[in-house]
């Protein structure tokens, strides 16, 4: 990852960087942003290594992807974006 986004860091820290990310331009026209549909994760604990919370990982993209399935890590380990773009 580069270092201008917030990537590899808890979801505390990865939420704290939204700022940075809203200043970068072009952020609001992403369709991504404009349907509310930008997810952070706890990168450190579940993406950056292999292992066993490889399942649990998959299972949170699984949740974010299809929002009427049970969100067991939702919360947790990652939040949906309360972006000041999103509507």
Do not use: I, T
Not at 19 to 40: C, I, M, S, T
Not at 42 to 53: C, E, I, S
Request: aromatic share 10%; glycine share 6%.
């Amino acid at each position: 990852c580069s270092s201008d986004l917030p990537c590899g860091y808890a979801l505390a820290r990865c939420v704290e960087e939204l700022p940075l990310l809203e200043a970068k331009p072009g952020w609001a026209r992403l369709q991504a942003v404009r349907n509310g549909r930008v997810y952070f994760a706890d990168g450190n604990a579940y993406f950056n290594r292999p292992g066993p919370r490889l399942a649990d990982s998959a299972e949170m993209l699984a949740e974010m992807l299809h929002p009427k399935l049970a969100a067991r890590f939702e919360g947790s380990a990652w939040v949906r974006s309360q972006s000041a773009s999103a509507p």
